[in-house]
């Protein structure tokens, strides 16, 4: 489950990344679908990452989480990544 998410959580970040290295895919688009669009991506990849915090909580209980430093990494590359609102463009 965690490793679906995490995977559902890079597929977004793959995609709004994309905005910004290919503008022309929101180029036609109003301020308020550009403004929409970037919401409801960050939205998602916050909800997943919310998903996989809880998941690793209830592990942390039961047993140690080999996951632990692979999504540990995941968290700190996201973090690392420039944030740009596409509605800038």
């Known amino acids: 489950m965690k490793e679906q998410l995490a995977g559902e959580v890079g597929e977004l ?8 290295s290919h503008p022309e895919k929101i180029k036609y688009l109003s301020e308020k679908e550009k403004s929409d669009l970037y919401e409801k991506h960050l939205g998602a990849i916050s909800e997943k990452m ?9 592990l942390s209980t039961q047993e140690s989480d ?9 968290r700190d590359k996201w973090n690392k990544i420039e944030k740009v609102d596409p509605r800038s463009n």
Do not use: T
């Open 13 to 20: 970040k793959i995609e709004l990344a994309s905005f910004r």
């Open 50 to 58: 919310d998903q996989i915090q809880l998941i690793k909580d209830f």
């Open 66 to 74: 080999p996951f632990e430093d692979a999504e540990n990494d995941m």
